[in-house]
């Protein structure tokens, strides 16, 4: 069987691998850890999360649920590792990144038809099929060339951030409680509250805190899923006490009421030793992290693991340059999967590695494609970053807005969304994925 070359080895390219290497064909993976690093990554491991511990809602009622619910009816080896090291999060399905990263690793460094060489890649190759999942940090040599590839196209940057880490033992919990919003799930969350006059204050501090410089940023240039919290509190002074801050479903047990607002904190890992500021990505300068955030009460003597980081990401105009297959039109040797493609956020990168690499596997046997219909999360999302009607792309999170309306009414918007995942999930079952 030909060898197929994968570059990069996240979420995409891991599941990409994996999905081919079990159907017998061999595969090459290139992955430029740990002999060079991005500037957002710290591991050598593969499928290493950047931004959040979180893979979101796992809940069928949400599109994301429903979408990592099709994977692991696909045999996804991301969900998988996923199941084998979440940590409690409520409806959320997180994970202890370090021994989440390690299982892949060591599952795709085990199987005997994956090959995996070491070291940056600055060429595309020539010849040979080939799946390029670098992702939204792809090197700048590599990057070059990818954007040589497509002369007349637009090859786009936006700027991502990462949330900053505290230890548990440094959060005064005199001044926190643990609870899920609603009462949902296990309380999995630290909440940590705010009357009005200490919000007004870490607003007032926060919108003119010193950031790190960041080349080309702009506000107006923010993906708007992963915007700086700074960034969104200088939209008013409500902004945050509506967005990540917001108190609703959360009553703090020495009142009894809601707080004016609320930081949350997660788990990061599976001891509980370490906490993610949910919501809180950051470019501010770091001594200014400490000092702004310091002002909620119960991070007041708060000590950090990591400060939160800004780094760049890149995507292709995949709209006007990548079919429903991820393939580049007119060049099926050549495929995109994850983030490079505007698909956004975790799932959404491990989904475009699995599809792509189910369609690549069935051409290499012979067989017809795989169409993933729209009523499928998985369709759905292939099916937008490759509509040409599409004038302003964007990456795109996985919505129930992407795929078609039932055609008949459902009362309830979760009863709603419950159905539309019971159709895509009879839909998947109806597919020859084998």
């Not at 509980?272 to 009460?297: A, C, D």
Request: charged share 25%.
């Amino acid at each position: 069987m030909e060898k197929v070359t994968i570059i990069g080895a996240g979420l995409a390219g891991s599941e990409a691998a994996w999905q081919l290497a079990r159907r017998g064909i061999p595969v090459e993976l290139r992955e430029m850890k740990p002999k060079k690093m991005s500037p957002a990554h710290h591991s050598e491991y593969f499928g290493e999360l950047v931004c959040s511990n979180s893979l979101r809602s796992d809940q069928l009622e949400n599109a994301v649920g429903l979408l990592k619910e099709e994977l692991r009816r696909c045999g996804s080896l991301i969900m998988a590792c996923a199941g084998e090291h979440r940590v409690e999060a409520g409806g959320a399905l997180a994970v202890d990144r370090h021994a989440f990263a390690a299982a892949i690793t060591e599952k795709i460094r085990s199987h005997p038809n994956i090959t995996v060489v070491e070291g940056e890649v600055t060429e595309v190759p020539s010849e040979g099929n080939v799946i390029l999942a670098t992702g939204p940090l792809t090197s700048q040599a590599l990057s070059e060339k990818i954007a040589k590839l497509f002369p007349d196209s637009k090859y786009l940057n936006f700027f991502d951030a990462a949330a900053p880490l505290v230890t548990f033992e440094s959060i005064d919990m005199e001044s926190a409680w643990f609870a899920s919003r609603y009462d949902r799930g296990t309380p999995d969350y630290i909440n940590c509250p705010l009357t009005r006059e200490e919000y007004d204050a870490f607003w007032q501090e926060l919108i003119s805190a010193q950031e790190a410089e960041v080349h080309g940023f702009e506000d107006a240039g923010v993906f708007e899923g992963c915007m700086p919290v700074e960034v969104m509190a200088r939209r008013g002074r409500d902004t945050l006490s509506y967005g990540p801050l917001k108190p609703v479903g959360l009553k703090d047990p020495k009142t009894g009421r809601e707080p004016f607002a609320v930081v949350q904190l997660r788990k990061d890992n599976a001891q509980g030793s370490i906490y993610n500021m949910v919501g809180f990505q950051t470019h501010l300068k770091w001594p200014e992290q400490k000092r702004v955030f310091s002002m909620i009460p119960a991070l007041k003597n708060a000590e950090y693991v990591r400060y939160g980081v800004m780094h760049r990401n890149t995507f292709l105009d995949s709209p006007r340059l990548l079919d429903r297959y991820y393939r580049v039109r007119g060049r099926k040797r050549l495929i995109f999967a994850g983030q490079i493609t505007g698909v956004e956020g975790y799932v959404e990168s491990t989904a475009s590695g699995c599809l792509a690499a189910l369609e690549l596997a069935r051409r290499l046997e012979g067989k017809t494609p795989v169409n993933f219909p729209q009523e499928t999360a998985m369709g759905a999302l292939a099916l937008y970053i490759s509509d040409q009607s599409v004038v302003n792309f964007q990456p795109m999170n996985i919505n129930f807005g992407l795929i078609p309306p039932l055609g008949y009414r459902v009362k309830g918007k979760r009863n709603k969304n419950a159905e539309l995942s019971k159709r895509a999930l009879a839909a998947l079952e109806a597919l020859d994925l084998s």
